[in-house]
């Protein structure tokens, strides 16, 4: 009999920190850095972030996220046998920020590893746990996207710096005889480094190089809605369905007129895209489970539906996940 993944729970955690883009547009004034709440709303629909305190870290927010699914799986730490996590934005340059986080959830033991593929890590790291799950090499993985973007924006640069925010999400992904995950369509393409990076590395004890974030955000926008559409296809194609039977769409939330420009190449209503970056803007790998946690908690996505979850980021990086909820 065929070996499935399926989620079993999901949670999210955004720290306490929150500025609107009101506060926002204050703080980079004391800075001589002119924006406002009009363009940053009109451009990306983003109305606010959550930024963590000093000392906190991705395999904190992560840690917070992790309970909350765990605890609506109705698993223990003790039950988890993969931890994966996706972050541009870990603890240390090593280990991974999964041992980290799996030291401070107490399961010690499982395997951990990080997975690298800035904003789509998530739909990364939940095809690689997918994959292990379905040739036995793991029964009940934990899956969590978090990042702390606060910690690479330079506030000198508006074109970036009114986009990002801290947070993380989480699912727990088990075994199953039902099916779960249907199909998933992974991509990179390394020539398009230069348009959406952090430039800087460890050399010699001290960072050499800029290590704050840089992006071309129109060669990002450009690229990213056609590299969406073609996942989303590539992916239906895989699982023999179609768009029409898409009951939910949950996209990385970096911008409101890349979901917009996605769900018209998909012919899908926005009532079936799940928008949530107005209240986070964007936080990377941590965007889709955040995206996708509170959808399931508001009663927005219920189980037994059919979700199209998707992401592109740094690298260029880009990819889709079909699954049954
Ligand atoms: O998560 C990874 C994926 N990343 C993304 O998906 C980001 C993709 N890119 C985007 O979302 C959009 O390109 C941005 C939101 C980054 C920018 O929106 P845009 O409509 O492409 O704006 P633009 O870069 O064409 O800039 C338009 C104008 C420029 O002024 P001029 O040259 O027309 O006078 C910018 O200098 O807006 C100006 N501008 C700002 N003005 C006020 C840029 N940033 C700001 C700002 N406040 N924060």
């Given at each position: 009999?065929?070996?499935?993944?399926r989620?079993?729970?999901?949670?999210?955690?955004?720290?306490?920190?929150?500025?609107?883009?009101?506060?926002?547009?204050?703080?980079?004034?004391?800075?001589?850095?002119e924006?406002?709440?009009?363009?940053?709303?009109?451009?990306?629909?983003?109305?606010?972030?959550?930024?963590?305190?000093?000392?906190v870290?991705?395999?904190?927010?992560?840690?917070?996220?992790a309970?909350?699914?765990?605890a609506?799986?109705?698993?223990?730490?003790?039950?988890?046998d993969l931890?994966?996590v996706?972050?541009s934005?870990?603890?240390?340059?090593?280990p991974?920020?999964?041992?980290i986080?799996?030291?401070?959830?107490g399961a010690n033991g499982?395997?951990?590893?990080?997975?690298?593929a800035?904003c789509?890590?998530?739909?990364?790291?939940?095809?690689?746990?997918?994959?292990?799950?379905q040739?036995?090499?793991?029964?009940?993985a934990?899956?969590?996207g978090?990042?702390?973007?606060?910690?690479i924006?330079d506030?000198?640069?508006?074109?970036?710096?009114?986009?990002?925010?801290?947070?993380?999400?989480?699912?727990?992904?088990e075994?199953?005889k039902?099916?779960?995950?249907?199909?998933?369509?992974l991509?990179?393409?390394?020539?398009?480094?230069?348009?959406?990076?952090?430039?800087g590395?460890?050399?010699?004890?001290?960072?050499?190089?800029d290590?704050?974030?840089?992006?071309?955000?129109?060669?990002?926008?450009?690229l990213?809605?056609?590299?969406?559409?073609?996942?989303?296809?590539?992916?239906?194609a895989?699982?023999?369905?179609?768009?029409?039977?898409?009951?939910?769409?949950v996209?990385?939330?970096?911008?409101?007129?890349?979901?917009?420009?996605?769900?018209?190449k998909l012919?899908?209503?926005?009532?079936?895209?799940?928008?949530?970056?107005?209240?986070?803007g964007n936080?990377?790998?941590a965007s889709?489970?955040?995206?996708?946690?509170?959808?399931?908690r508001?009663?927005?996505?219920k189980?037994?539906?059919?979700l199209?979850?998707?992401?592109?980021?740094?690298?260029f990086?880009?990819?889709?996940?079909?699954?049954?909820?």
């Amino acid at each position: 009999m065929k070996r499935y993944s399926r989620i079993t729970g999901t949670g999210s955690f955004l720290p306490p920190r929150r500025l609107t883009n009101a506060d926002l547009v204050t703080e980079l004034a004391g800075r001589g850095v002119e924006t406002s709440d009009d363009w940053i709303v009109e451009r990306t629909g983003i109305r606010a972030r959550h930024f963590a305190s000093d000392g906190v870290f991705s395999s904190d927010l992560g840690l917070e996220a992790a309970k909350n699914a765990l605890a609506a799986a109705g698993r223990s730490a003790k039950d988890i046998d993969l931890i994966i996590v996706a972050t541009s934005t870990p603890d240390m340059v090593f280990p991974s920020t999964a041992c980290i986080l799996q030291n401070k959830l107490g399961a010690n033991g499982c395997a951990a590893f990080d997975v690298q593929a800035v904003c789509s890590g998530f739909v990364y790291a939940l095809a690689v746990a997918d994959s292990m799950i379905q040739t036995g090499a793991a029964n009940c993985a934990l899956v969590v996207g978090a990042e702390v973007f606060s910690r690479i924006l330079d506030f000198n640069d508006r074109t970036t710096c009114v986009l990002f925010g801290d947070g993380a999400g989480a699912v727990v992904l088990e075994a199953s005889k039902t099916p779960g995950i249907l199909a998933s369509d992974l991509h990179a393409d390394g020539k398009h480094v230069g348009i959406l990076c952090v430039p800087g590395h460890v050399s010699g004890g001290s960072i050499s190089g800029d290590p704050l974030l840089k992006m071309d955000g129109q060669a990002v926008f450009k690229l990213a809605v056609g590299l969406l559409e073609s996942a989303a296809r590539a992916t239906l194609a895989k699982a023999h369905l179609t768009e029409a039977d898409i009951d939910w769409l949950v996209p990385h939330q970096a911008n409101i007129r890349i979901m917009q420009s996605t769900a018209r190449k998909l012919k899908m209503s926005m009532d079936k895209v799940v928008v949530t970056v107005e209240h986070h803007g964007n936080t990377s790998a941590a965007s889709i489970p955040l995206a996708l946690d509170t959808a399931v908690r508001s009663g927005q996505v219920k189980v037994g539906e059919t979700l199209m979850l998707e992401g592109v980021g740094g690298g260029f990086t880009w990819g889709a996940l079909l699954l049954i909820l």
